[in-house]
Structure formats: structure tokens, C-alpha cells
């Protein structure tokens, strides 16, 4: 049995239980609680121990691998700076129609802190940005910044870090990225650890959240399935104007084109599965040459997921509108640049810690309340469907891209 399913057993046994406890439970739902509570807070804070410096490592290796791909080969470099402009429109996108929709659609009345277990948390104030505002990214004391968990400041700093690793001399590159690699290969390791108690720690969670908000937590989670699912159905649906204008091919030809890698993302969610059908597209109907989507497409299933950073800052959105958080402008800012930065630690890592390592450093970074986060791993299945299809479109997107930019004249659609 797979651990997601395990999870989603977890979640299911969990909130049953809370909600029986508090309809029936009496004087066994105080009881219950009290054990439950401490255990699910033991774990969550297990989970989020080796977070800051499992991101700083991964943003180093992965920034470190990226910009040296880029620096020896033009058409990668040029794949990757599509890579960046793309992903940090993404986000940007879901930072105007998350709060919209959120707005239009709002969370069910009296779900309201029903997934975190916690009371409504204060207002984070909007700081208007100022050069005492931009001072405060600066990370004086990375040491210090991460202990304080400022995830922009660890961010930043990790993100200059790993260019400058970039510039030294190749042996010593090699040593420092291979630390790093060790260092993140050591805290997966523990990550994994934790994440195996993760039904233990989930249901105790679940429980908590059952029995204060009863029927409310499940209508909180169908409701954060539907946000999610949209915010990932209105990128890809962007992709497909992206896809016919800067790659100047018909809307018919790239719907057909699509449509076989499109499938296989949904029935398997992977985008590695669906590399042979993504190649035979860009063959066929895409008109992509060899040269060009023998480098992009691996590149863009290495580091491109499209979806990454709206779902991630949609997690966000959707915990602070639970908690009663109020995001200013300035918070939206540093979530898309956040979640931009950090999709690259998503590269290779496993679903669960996936989710993790996106949204737990966008939500420390707009004041956002984390508790929440380990119920919506349990429904992150249905979610992930539509994440891996919005990826696997957007990849095909850019290999046909990137290639009518490297032709010295337009190939008619």
C-alpha cells in the first residue's frame, strides 16, 4: 500500500472519528483531543525541522546545475530563461484570481480554521514596499535568518549563493555541489523518516479537526480540491494562446498535438511517463526539430513544472482565507517570487515531499499558519492530475517555442 493511500486511509479514519466524538463522544472528546493534539503538533514539527536548510540545499544544486547548463549550451540557455519568465507569469496569475475566486467562491461558512485546528489567526499587515522594506531581504545573518525561519532572506540568499558557486573554479564547484547534494540526500532521508509516521500523524490531526468542525473540515477539503483544480485548469488553458502565438502554430494543430501526452499525464500523473508521447508530438504534429526537443524536453521535465507555483501559492491563498489572514499586495509579491524560486526543489523529489518543500516555505514567507498543510497532502491526489497535465502541455509549448526562436525564418502553421 502506497503511503498516499495510507495517508488518505489516515485522513478518512480520522475525521470520521472526530466527527463521532463530537456527536457522541461526551466527555471522551476532551479526553481524545488533548492525546491527539500533542502528537499531531510532535509530527508537524518533526516535518518542518530539516525544511530551511533541505530548501537551501536544493535551490543551491539546482540553481547551481541550472546556470552552468545554460552557460554551455545556447539552446538550453535560452529554454531556461523561457523557464523563468513562464513560471513567474504562472504564479503571477494565480496571485490576481486566487483571491478572486477565493472571493466569488469563498470557503464554506464554518470551515473557517477547520482544517488548522486553531484559532483565527491575526491579520498579516501589508508593509508597503520601502527601502527600510527592501533592506529587510537582505540576509546579514543567514545563520540567523533561518533560525528566525525568514524564508525570503534564506531564499535570496541561497539564490545569489548558488550563482556565485557557478563562478569558482570547476574541482571546487564539483566539491561544493557535491556537499550540498549529500546534505540534501542526508535531510530527504529524514524527511522520509518522518513522512512514514505520517498516518499517525495525520489522523491525529484529522481527529482534532473532526471533532471541533465536524462536517466542516470535509466541506473545507472538497472546496480546496475544486480551487485547486481550477487554478491549474486556468494555467493550462493560458498555455494554449501562449503556445499558438509565440509559437506560431495553428490552436487545432497543438489541440491534436497535445492530446496523446495530455492522457497519458492524466491516467499516470507523471511527466516522465509521458516523455515518449511528448517526443512522438514534437516529431509529428509539432514540427519541433531533433536537435531542439532532444535538449528542451528533458530540461523542461527537470525543471519546468508550470503548475508548480500557482498551486503552491493557491495552498497559501486557500490556508490564509481559512484562518481568517488577510494577504496585502506586498505578501502576493513575495509569494509569486517565492514560489518561482522554490518550484526548483521540487526537481526529482517524491510527491509527498513535494508538497512540502513548495508551499511550506511560500506560507512561512506571507505569514501564512502551516498547521493545515499535512490534511490537504491526503487530497493532494486529485489535484496532482491536473498539475501533471497542465505541466506535460506546457512542456510541448515551450519545445515548439524555443524552436521557431532558434529559426531564421517563420514556418508557416
Request: glycine fraction near 10%; include cysteine.
Amino acid at each position: 500500500m502506497s503511503l498516499t493511500v495510507r495517508i488518505l486511509i489516515a485522513l478518512i479514519v480520522g475525521l470520521t472519528g472526530g466527527i463521532a466524538l463530537a456527536e457522541w463522544g461526551g466527555a471522551w472528546e476532551a479526553e481524545a483531543v488533548a492525546i491527539a493534539q500533542p502528537v499531531g503538533k510532535a509530527w508537524l514539527g518533526g516535518l518542518q525541522m530539516p525544511l530551511i536548510p533541505l530548501i537551501f540545499a536544493l535551490l543551491v544544486t539546482g540553481i547551481t546545475q541550472a546556470a552552468t547548463t545554460a552557460r554551455t549550451n545556447g539552446m538550453a540557455g535560452r529554454a531556461i530563461a523561457l523557464f523563468a519568465i513562464l513560471l513567474v507569469g504562472a504564479a503571477a496569475v494565480a496571485a490576481l484570481i486566487g483571491p478572486l475566486l477565493l472571493h466569488l467562491w469563498p470557503v464554506p461558512p464554518g470551515a473557517v480554521g477547520a482544517l488548522a485546528g486553531t484559532e483565527k489567526v491575526a491579520e498579516v499587515p501589508d508593509v508597503r514596499p520601502s527601502a527600510q522594506w527592501l533592506l529587510g531581504f537582505i540576509p546579514v545573518n543567514p545563520l540567523k535568518s533561518a533560525s528566525e525561519g525568514q524564508v525570503v532572506a534564506v531564499v535570496l540568499f541561497a539564490l545569489l549563493f548558488g550563482f556565485a558557486v557557478t563562478r569558482i573554479a570547476a574541482d571546487r564547484r564539483e566539491a561544493l555541489t557535491g556537499f550540498f547534494q549529500a546534505l540534501a540526500d542526508a535531510l530527504l532521508v529524514l524527511v522520509g523518516w518522518v513522512l512514514w509516521l505520517a498516518p499517525v500523524g495525520v489522523f491525529a490531526l484529522a481527529l482534532v479537526a473532526g471533532a471541533r468542525s465536524g462536517l466542516a473540515t470535509a466541506g473545507a477539503l472538497l472546496h480546496y480540491i475544486g480551487f485547486i483544480v481550477l487554478l491549474c485548469a486556468a494555467i493550462t488553458l493560458l498555455v494554449y494562446p501562449l503556445a499558438v502565438i509565440a509559437g506560431r502554430i495553428a490552436p487545432g494543430r497543438f489541440l491534436r498535438a497535445a492530446l496523446p501526452a495530455q492522457a497519458i499525464a492524466f491516467s499516470t500523473q507523471s511527466s516522465i511517463a509521458s516523455l515518449p508521447a511528448m517526443i512522438q508530438a514534437s516529431d509529428g504534429p509539432l514540427e519541433v526539430r531533433e536537435t531542439t526537443r532532444s535538449i528542451v524536453l528533458p530540461l523542461a521535465i527537470s525543471l519546468f513544472r508550470i503548475t508548480s507555483p500557482p498551486a503552491n501559492l493557491g495552498v497559501a491563498l486557500y490556508v490564509a482565507a481559512m484562518n481568517g489572514v488577510t494577504i496585502g499586495p506586498a505578501q502576493l509579491v513575495m509569494g509569486v517570487a517565492v514560489a518561482a524560486l522554490v518550484s526548483l526543489a521540487a526537481v526529482g523529489l517524491p510527491s509527498q515531499i513535494t508538497f512540502f518543500t513548495t508551499t511550506g516555505p511560500i506560507c512561512l514567507a506571507m505569514g501564512v499558519p502551516v498547521e493545515a498543510l499535512p490534511l490537504l497532502l491526503a487530497v493532494e491526489t486529485v489535484p496532482d492530475i491536473f498539475r501533471t497535465v497542465g505541466n506535460v502541455t506546457a512542456d510541448m509549448a515551450a519545445a515548439r517555442i524555443v524552436d521557431q526562436a532558434g529559426l531564421k525564418a517563420p514556418v508557416a502553421p
